[in-house]
């Protein structure tokens, strides 16, 4: 069993930047790829960033890219990061980490991920 907990979101102006924060429960954590999506409102959950186990591949959404980096930490905390930057009002979601029974690889795919965090909120305003 996984247990993720998502935080360090907040509100923000824009162009400016936040870290996310997502602890991993459990053995395994350092064989499994992870991923942050997010949801805004009255929109469906889409995918920003993914990392595979070892953090030697890493996999972004063209809205993201150059703009925010993931990162993982398999020796002493069991986390992911996600380090946002140039914020954008657009940013503004929920935004969740993620990870698989048997994911290795990183992938966009929503369903190919079996365990999500709780959501942190970043706003971005102006």
């Known amino acids: 069993q996984v247990q993720l907990v998502d935080s360090g979101g907040g509100v923000v102006r824009i162009g400016g930047s936040l870290r996310l924060s997502c602890a991993a429960s459990?053995?395994?954590?350092?064989?499994?790829?992870m991923g942050w999506f997010r949801q805004a409102p009255g929109k469906e959950r889409e995918f920003v960033a993914a990392?595979?186990?070892?953090?030697?591949?890493?996999?972004y959404s063209d809205s993201v890219k150059g703009r925010f980096t993931i990162s993982r930490d398999n020796d002493n905390k069991n986390a992911v990061y996600l380090q946002m930057t140039m914020l954008k009002p657009e940013d503004t979601a929920i935004y969740y980490c993620?990870?698989?029974?048997?994911?290795?690889?990183?992938?966009?795919?929503?369903?190919?991920?079996?365990?999500w965090g709780q959501g942190t909120q970043v706003t971005v305003s102006s």
């Open positions: 990392i595979n186990w070892n953090g030697s591949v890493t996999l």
């Open positions: 459990g053995r395994t954590f350092p064989t499994r790829a």
């Open positions: 993620a990870t698989g029974t048997t994911l290795r690889a990183p992938t966009n795919e929503a369903w190919d991920y079996d365990y």
